[in-house]
């Protein structure tokens, strides 16, 4: 399995926005997940990366951005209206298939998470 990386957590007070990164190349799918203490691992948003579909929890719908740049080989995840309950452990992944697109279980590449802190 390939080891995905991910890039761009920090810490921000509510109502800011950050940009996470992942490059990776050759996968059907593209997902971002979060895992806040003692919580299970929940989807975010995911990306069918041939036909560009995207997918949201309700969570975040309106106020986070999945998109890809091919040329880069890369995936982004724009959080805008960040809010305290959005602090998580943020998750990059992928799969060679597509379905079921916001189920953590299905993913076989994972990166080691970027912290996500949001302040009120």
């Known amino acids: 399995q390939v080891q995905l990386v991910e890039s761009g957590g920090g810490s921000v007070q509510a109502g800011g926005s950050l940009r996470l990164s992942c490059a990776a190349s050759?996968?059907?799918?593209m997902g971002w997940f979060l895992q806040a203490p003692a919580k299970e691992r929940e989807g975010v948003a995911a990306i069918y990366t041939r036909s560009g579909s995207t997918f949201y929890a309700d969570s975040v719908k309106g106020r986070f951005t999945i998109s890809q740049d091919n040329a880069k080989n890369t995936v982004y995840l724009q959080m805008n209206s960040l809010k305290p309950d959005d602090t998580a452990l943020y998750y990059c992944?992928?799969?060679?298939?597509?379905?079921?697109?916001?189920?953590?279980?299905?993913?076989?590449?994972w990166g080691r998470g970027t912290q996500v802190t949001v302040s009120s």
């Open positions: 050759g996968y059907s799918t």
């Open positions: 992944a992928a799969k060679s298939n597509i379905g079921l697109p916001l189920r953590a279980g299905v993913y076989t590449s």
